[in-house]
């Protein structure tokens, strides 16, 4: 099954295994060493670690609080939330450990009422890194915008999460070779010892025939 695409914010909760245009709200430094190096988890936030980003933009452009607005800067990101959990109330039994529990994303719904999101604007936290690749510079000072897209243009560590057509997806666990996202690798189950295997890998060595 492909995944869902989206890449306009709805307000609707992410569906599982979903690839979504979010963005993420942060300082000049700081956005030089993101696109650079990739994100880092946060190690503290209403939702625990992760990195926190949201599909409404106005959300992101809030961010660093302390900043002066003219100073920020927002990046636009393709993100793949696989496992979705939603926080929607104060003291969830799972606010802070949804990501010990099997999830990889968590999301509080706009408007759900909780004391830690007083804008009422939607929240996501990625637990893993990898999983958001930074696609453009959408707000940034006059001086640094054109610096900032050229070094995300030229930066080769920017991982791809298989957005958009012919963009590459995950690596298919049983070859190990790359795979589109619309073009996915047809997986099979040998007739003889049952394991999934790829009609891609150049061999696998069935344990009941041999």
């Known amino acids: 099954m ?3 695409v989206q890449l306009r914010y709805t307000g609707t909760e992410p569906k599982d295994q979903g690839v979504y245009t979010m963005y993420h709200g942060t300082s000049v430094p700081n956005a030089r060493l993101i696109i650079a190096n990739g994100f ?10 992760g990195v ?9 452009e ?3 609080l302390h900043n002066n607005p003219s100073d920020r800067v927002v990046l636009k990101l393709h993100v793949r939330v696989g496992r979705v959990k939603r926080i929607d109330k104060d003291n969830h039994p799972m ?11 968590a999301w509080v719904p706009p408007k759900c009422g909780m004391m830690a999101v007083p804008s009422g604007l939607e929240e996501d936290c990625v637990f893993d890194p990898k999983r958001i690749k930074v696609v453009d510079i ?7 915008l054109e610096q900032l897209k050229q070094l995300l243009a030229n930066c080769p560590k920017n991982p791809s999460v298989g957005v958009g057509s012919g963009a590459a997806a995950a690596d298919c666990l049983l070859c190990n070779r ?6 996915p690798h047809v997986k099979q189950t040998c007739w003889g010892c049952g394991q999934n295997i790829c009609t891609l ?4 060595v069935c344990s009941v025939r041999v």
């Not at 926190?52 to 992101?60: I, L, N, Q």
């Not at 606010?95 to 994303?105: A, E, F, I, K, L």
């Not at 890998?201 to 696998?204: A, D, F, G, R």
Request: no cysteine; net charge positive; aromatic share 14%.
């Open 2 to 4: 492909l995944p869902y």
């Open 40 to 49: 880092q988890q946060s190690t503290k936030g209403m939702l625990g670690k």
């Open 52 to 60: 926190y980003v949201s599909r409404d933009r106005k959300k992101a």
């Open 62 to 64: 809030r961010y660093p």
């Open 95 to 105: 606010q802070y450990n949804w990501s010990q529990q099997g999830y990889d994303t």
């Open 138 to 144: 959408v707000k940034a000072p006059d001086a640094e």
């Open 178 to 183: 790359k795979q589109q996202l619309y073009s």
């Open 201 to 204: 890998m150049t061999k696998h």
